[in-house]
């Protein structure tokens, strides 16, 4: 800073104030009084009250344990304590400015006061008062004559003569029952108001004493309300007001500036548990601070009408000091230990309903901002908001069972996603072809499944718009998704297969076994790929026809585990069975699978345990399945199901993932008809059925098209591949997405994705996992694969692992997620995957990322504190860099950074307040009421524009919070007092050199 600027904050208003949590004088310098620049010159331990001389020079302060009165030097840019000589047993008030420049202290252990000279070089003279001195008043302006103290422990106020220097005296002490520190002395020295409990009585008091008088009472004392605790006169000492702390209210009364009398007071209902008041220096309005619920009101004195700011001014506040010119007052904050500016508010502008009955739990807020997304639990919706006309629009129904929890939309609005944590489902909604999402817009909605069980919770989009990320609670995994799905082919040099015709996935996608028929060559083999990367995949060692005893290979069984693995040997009618103990052995042939009359075995279905295996047959001029119980070896047969009489064709098979239906595709491909060709049956295992049923069946069924593979990739949904037909009349193959009904034998719905028929697309696996799903084509030596890119990344155990909201940082490097049973973040770099693991406090729920990539922010709902994380920590991987504390911050559940990353909105449990933090050093600085229960919070994307968006889950709305609010800048951890602060005006020597 310059000697100019230097000279331009000295020359402005000062605010002295002591910090008895630093031990420290805070001088704030009023030259911007939106932004005070702040001081703290440490003095002695634990400093109770202050005081300022007449010409603003010097500055006291009375330290309670340190025993002294230290004496400083305001008219340095940064004060400095001249001296702290010793001011007897616990000082605990000082006044200043009496005559002689006298400063008096009142010691409160030692039932007395001391009286010094201005500088504080000679010895203090004591004078004996009543018992636990506890407050000094005396007349403003200076050169007052006598000093009022009062004596808390045995209700008197002692009146002190200090009209000359360096002889004291007291002139009388008058009894006030249950006098409280509230005492004020009007200008000109001759009346003292005090303010008392009463005696049995409801009602406080505020006693008028003629100074002049020794001490005499003007007339009875005036009834106020309950427990008063702070008086103020107005400059002009025509007006008291005294905060009824008891009664919530504030008690205004005229008075007479000759006789000293008060006039019947009014009541004025304020906050609950007012504890301090001013007024501003025109005397037009009295402010006035409720320490429980934290709030201003703003009390015309004309008219005697009540203001009240709808948000709190801080958590705990002391005191309130109007500024030199009124258009300002500054609240002292002592849970935060912040000094506040007050001028307008932060405060719940409007709420924007999301519909009876509904539940909003997260918000969406468009890019540009002008509209905005809700996640409605209660109705399976997604709510519309119009931000621009602040109201609601036509709500995007999700279907089915979805009830969304997070909801996010894409940085270029190509689509948005909800999260469905009881369906395990991705919901994708996109625009139509080629359009933006906008408010109003018409949007299609489509579930893409994770891994069952997923419970997906918080869902965030990376910056490039390619991923969505999910936690999942349920499978202790972190999904990326790529939301807009796709296709693609796995070539023939990759797949290494002449004639490809059965396909196997593992669990999760990353291994794919593909049976290669090989009519042109001995008895085939069984091709094995890993899945390297989305879309890549590398050839393994295959398992050649020696090793798996194979003839003529066609559909494949792989067990759950992956470690049983089953090929139907369509040549010599029997079924190979291979083994490995553990995922990364070789495989090695186990036993054969036959029974009399089996004949070219096609299609298999294997049960989640691998002990079942369902194998079709062609034998006897039927199509039959038969079923064997392969836990034992030798397998053993178990029952025949007929699927077609009088054709030999074996079908495919598919069973259900729960085991409990069967479902065979049976194509009728040497007739030569135009329509369709073919039928998909099914069966109910535990009805004791020996036949399946018909399904769909060609020609009625467009969808059935010389059907062979099938799998089911849930217990509604049947995938069919259709082979087409290259000859005239040519049809395209398919496949066919079919929805079943509730009966799980009939179809509800059909779609449809392209395939190519010159491929001869033959059978289709599936992975559970990841519902990526790859058909084998016969003809060109490909792999066809549908995937909706679902990458499960594992991130613990589910027993011990819940992962639960998620945010992916700005400049796409890092999804951060929370994970509430084992106290960490997961920070997932997205290039390659690898998972950091920062260690946080109790039961981490939200998250989010600060402007930059540079840090994250975690709401530790169990420990009651929030979490600072670094993205490029000092050896450059994530790691905590401080955790935030405070009183305030009481089970928080979800946290949100403002567009220019000064603030912090954190949502509490049930808790109809945000909480705004400072985003730098997590200070509490405001608590604004905004609904009845805030669940989470999205701040306006645009740096300029000061908004946050709530959703309120009892409200059934979303709040619109302008942040605006207090003008409030810098401060100190020191707990200031303002109750006994000093506002020095621009005009005197120590705020002018």
Known sequence: MSEHDNDHNSAAARLVAPAWGTDGLVVAGLAAPEQPEVHVTPV??????????????????????????????????????????????????????????????????????????????????????GKGPCALAAAPGGQAQHVCVVNETDATVSLVDVGTSGSPSVTATVPVPGVTRAIAVAKGGRFAYVASRGDGTANGHVTVLDVDAEGDPVGDPVSVGAEPRALALSVEGDRLCVAAYGSASVSVASVNPTTGRIETPVSIPVEPHPVAVAFTPDGSLILAVSRTSGRLTAIRTDTLTPTTLDEPVGAVPAGVVPGPDGRFAYVSDQASGTLVTVRTSPRKTVEVRTGTGSQPVNVAVAPDGSWA???????????????????????????????PWDVAIAPDRTFACATSPGTAALLVLTPAQGEVLTFGGAVTVKAIALAPNAEPHGVAITPDGHYAVTADAGTATVSLVDPK????????????????????????????????????????????LTRTSPGTWQQQTPIDSVTGHL???????????????????????????????????????????????????????????????????????????????????????????????????????ALSPDGQYLYAAVSKAWLSDDAPLGMVYGIRLSGGGTAMTPVAASPAAAHVDRPNGIVCPDNQTLYVVNQGRRETPVRDAFLAVITLDASRLKVQKVEQQALDKDDTPYSIAIARDDGTCCIANATSGTVTVFTSNVTPVKVGEPATSRPWDVAVSDDGVYACISDRKA???????????????????????????????????????????????????????????????????????????????????????????????????????????????????????????????????????????????????????????????????????????
């Not at 603003?56 to 004496?71: F, I, K």
């Not at 034992?632 to 009088?646: D, F, K, L, S, W």
């Not at 959703?951 to 709305?957: I, R, S, V």
């Open 44 to 129: 002695q331990s634990n400093p109770r009250a202050v005081a300022v001389s007449s010409d603003g020079t010097r500055a006291y302060t009375a330290n309670h344990d340190a025993g002294t009165l230290s004496v400083v030097d305001l008219g340095p840019a940064v004060p400095a304590v001249l001296r702290s000589p010793s001011a007897g047993k616990n000082p605990c008030a000082v006044t200043a400015g009496l005559a002689g420049d006298q400063v008096c202290v009142a010691n409160w252990a030692d039932d007395q006061v001391a009286v010094f000279d201005k500088e504080g070089l000679s010895s203090p003279v004591t004078v004996d008062v």
């Open 373 to 403: 997304y809700a996640a409605d639990s209660a109705s399976g919706n997604v709510a519309v908001l119009d931000l621009g006309q602040l109201q609601p629009g036509t709500p995007v129904p999700l279907g089915g069972a979805h009830k």
């Open 485 to 528: 799905g796709g296709k693609y082919t796995i070539e023939a040099g990759v797949v290494g297969c002449q004639q490809p015709t059965g396909a196997a996935l593992s669990k999760d996608g990353t291994t794919l076994y593909v049976s290669d028929f090989a009519s042109g060559s001995p008895n085939g083999q069984i091709a094995v």
């Open 551 to 653: 003839s003529g290979p066609h559909e494949l069984g792989l067990s759950a585990d992956g470690l049983r693995l089953c090929v139907a040997n369509y040549q010599n009618g029997t079924v190979s069975v291979l083994q490995r103990a553990t995922t990364g052995d070789r495989w090695a042939f186990h036993m054969t699978v036959d029974k009399p009359a089996m004949f070219h075995p096609y299609g298999l279905a294997l049960t989640p345990d691998g002990r079942t295996l369902y194998v079709s047959n062609a034998a006897g001029n039927n199509a039959t399945v038969e079923a064997f119980d392969i836990s034992g070896n030798p397998a053993t047969h178990q029952r025949t199901i007929t699927v077609e009489n009088g054709d030999s064709i074996p079908p495919g098979l």
């Open 823 to 993: 106290a960490t973040v997961h920070c997932l770099r997205l290039a390659d995957r690898e998972v950091f693991p920062v260690p946080v406090r109790a039961d981490p729920m939200g998250v989010a990322c600060a402007p930059g990539g540079a840090r994250a922010y975690v709401a530790n709902h169990k420990d009651n504190s929030i979490t600072v994380i670094s993205l490029n920590g000092t050896q450059g991987r994530p790691e905590e860099t401080a955790t935030w504390k405070h009183e305030l911050i009481t089970k928080p559940e979800s946290v949100s950074v403002s567009a220019d990353g000064t603030w912090l909105f954190v949502t509490t449990e049930n808790s109809g307040a945000v909480l705004m933090l400072d985003a730098t050093t997590g200070t509490p600085r405001f608590t604004v009421p905004a609904g009845r229960a805030l669940a989470a919070g999205a701040p306006d994307p645009r740096a300029a524009t000061p908004l946050v968006y709530l959703a309120d889950t009892a409200g059934a709305a979303v709040s619109v919070v302008n942040t605006t609010a207090l003008g409030r800048v810098g401060g100190t951890e020191a707990a200031l007092d303002l109750r006994q602060a000093v506002v020095v005006p621009a005009g005197l020597k120590g705020a002018d050199r």
